[in-house]
Nanobody, 127 residues
Framework: QVHLAESGGGLVQAGGSLRLSCVVS????????MGWFRQAPEKEREFVAA????????DYGDSVKGRATIARDDAKKTLYLQMNSLRPADTAVYYC????????????????????WGQGTQVTVSS
């Protein structure tokens, strides 16, 4: 397991943008498939985006497709989530997740696929 620390959340108006970051420590992030999930009050945790170990493959939840971009910079041991055209329905705590991936191209979209989680960062979108 690795330690994950998210940042970049905050209050934004509908239509605005945010970039979330997730720093991996203490080891390199390069061997991990990674993803973002979110959880709104009284709702289950929802898949947002995933990226494979080498960054070539990505996948997105239906609710954010076309508005979100996941990226990684393993030199900085950092995962990113760029969210555009934000809506009040995007209000949630956003979590970064990681799982050791032996094979390149592994994309993990289920909560149960991951064994390392950050503490979350709150995103609030006002109408």
């Amino acid at each position: 397991q690795v330690h994950l620390a998210e940042s970049g959340g905050g209050l934004v108006q509908a239509g605005g943008s945010l970039r979330l970051s997730c720093v991996v420590s203490p080891t390199t992030s390069a061997m991990y498939a990674m993803g973002w999930f979110r959880q709104a009050p009284e709702k289950e945790r929802e898949f947002v985006a995933a990226i494979d170990r080498n960054g070539d493959g990505t996948d997105y939840g239906d609710s954010v497709k076309g508005r979100a971009t996941i990226a990684r910079d393993d030199a900085k041991k950092t995962l990113y989530l760029q969210m555009n055209s934000l809506r009040p329905a995007d209000t949630a705590v956003y979590y970064c997740a990681a799982a050791w991936a032996i094979r390149r191209g592994t994309l993990l979209t289920k909560e149960s696929d991951y064994n390392s989680w950050g503490q979350g960062t709150q995103v609030t979108v006002s109408s």
